[in-house]
Each structure stands twice: as C-alpha cells, then as structure tokens.
C-alpha cells in the first residue's frame, strides 16, 4: 500500500461526487496529493485533519476577502472541499504563484518564531534557496501576514516566479 493509497481514495471518492474526472497527479509529499481535472481545477486530498483544516481555513479566509493575487504572485482561489473527504478543490494558477498552506498558521504566529537560532537557521535556508528573490518573497509574505496568514512552508515549488 503507498504512502498516498488512503488519499487517493478520498480523492477519487470526491471527484465522482462532483463528477469531475482525474486528468493526472501534479502533486504530492507529505501533506497529501494533489491531482489536476479534467475541469481545469486541482484537488487536493489531505492527509490528516489538523493540515486539511489548517489549508481549508486559509482559503475560506482568501475567499472571504476576495484574494486571487498577493503582490505579484497568484494565489489559487478556492472552489469547493469536503470536510468529511479531506479534499479541497482549488484554481490552477500560473506562475507566479504561492501554494499550498496546510503547514500556514492563521491569526496566530508559528510556535518556532521564539527561538532566535530555528530562525537564523531558516532565513539562511531560505536566502539560499530563494538568492536574489528572498526580499520578493518576504514583501510577499508581509503581505500575507496582514491577512493573518502566517506561512510556514516557503520553498521553491510552493512559491514560483514567472521567469
């Protein structure tokens, strides 16, 4: 049995729901699958309760003030989930874009933000990773925060630039 069986399951369940068709995986790790459809849609299938939660919240508050774009980077607006399925169905977004949020904390700050050496470590982490786009992703993380968004996975392939 693969590591994503379980979701995968919940995911096909919740496409004949809507009656929607898979048209291929474009996605997954830890979290959960992601999967595009044949609608122009992506659905993603959770894992656990606590990430499906945290993500549904995210866009249920990008959806409630109307946010299809941070700065310059798009950001999926949401379509439908399935609280009992793990699923949410989302927009597919071009570059430049800023996904996924199961890891985001909403209307309160991550835990680790306390401790001066996890963060040294990880703003290094991230200037490596990011080069002459960090102060980018930064503004674009600001920008977030503002919404009470705190975004914890910021990585190449979850934020994307045009070029």
Same mark, same amino acid.
């Given at each position: 049995?693969?590591? *994503? /069986?379980? /979701?995968?399951?919940?995911?096909?369940? %919740?496409?004949?729901?809507?009656?929607?068709?898979?048209?291929?995986?474009?996605?997954?790790?830890?979290?959960?699958?992601?999967?595009?459809?044949?609608?122009?849609?992506?659905?993603?299938?959770?894992? !656990?309760?606590?990430?499906? $939660?945290?993500?549904?919240? @995210? %866009?249920?508050?990008?959806?409630?003030? !109307? @946010?299809?774009?941070?700065?310059?980077?798009?950001?999926?607006?949401?379509?439908?989930? *399935?609280?009992?399925?793990?699923?949410?169905?989302?927009? @597919?977004?071009?570059? &430049?874009?800023?996904?996924?949020?199961?890891?985001? %904390?909403?209307? /309160?700050? &991550?835990? %680790?933000?306390?401790?001066?050496?996890? $963060?040294?470590?990880?703003?290094?982490?991230?200037?490596?990773?990011?080069? !002459?786009?960090? &102060?980018?992703?930064?503004?674009?993380? /600001?920008?977030?925060?503002?919404?009470?968004?705190?975004?914890?996975?910021?990585?190449?392939?979850?934020? $994307?630039?045009?070029?």
């Amino acid at each position: 049995m693969s590591f *994503h /069986s379980e /979701s995968l399951k919940r995911a096909e369940e %919740y496409l004949k729901r809507r009656n929607l068709s898979m048209k291929k995986e474009i996605g997954g790790g830890t979290q959960g699958v992601v999967l595009a459809t044949t609608n122009g849609t992506a659905i993603k299938a959770l894992n !656990d309760t606590v990430c499906y $939660m945290r993500e549904r919240n @995210i %866009y249920l508050r990008l959806q409630e003030c !109307d @946010i299809g774009k941070i700065g310059e980077f798009n950001v999926p607006r949401l379509v439908s989930y *399935h609280d009992e399925l793990l699923v949410i169905e989302m927009q @597919i977004v071009l570059a &430049p874009y800023v996904l996924d949020f199961a890891s985001a %904390y909403l209307d /309160s700050e &991550p835990p %680790y933000l306390d401790d001066p050496q996890i $963060m040294a470590e990880w703003e290094r982490e991230k200037r490596e990773q990011f080069e !002459d786009r960090w &102060p980018e992703v930064k503004s674009m993380m /600001s920008d977030f925060k503002a919404l009470g968004i705190h975004l914890a996975d910021v990585k190449p392939g979850n934020v $994307m630039f045009a070029d």
